[in-house]
């Protein structure tokens, strides 16, 4: 699956993913066969942390 590119428009996607298909971000890399290290960090230059306990980037 091909994800956004733009940080903002991936901040969007994850965080839809999250919400309403995937119970963590390790069912949605896991699914959707998209490294997470690299996800993580391209949300992470944008200003972005993931909260496990919220499920959700912020």
């Known amino acids: 699956m091909s994800i956004p590119s ?7 996607f ?3 993913k ?7 971000l390790d069912a ?6 998209i490294d997470k290290s690299i996800l ?3 949300l992470g230059d944008a200003g972005f942390e993931y909260s496990a ?3 959700k980037f912020w």
Do not use: F, H, I
């Open 6 to 12: 733009d940080p903002m428009m991936l901040y969007s």
């Open 14 to 16: 994850v965080n839809m």
């Open 18 to 24: 999250l919400r309403d298909q995937y119970s963590s």
């Open 28 to 33: 949605l890399c896991d699914d959707l066969a």
């Open 40 to 42: 993580v960090a391209k």
């Open 53 to 55: 306990e919220n499920n």
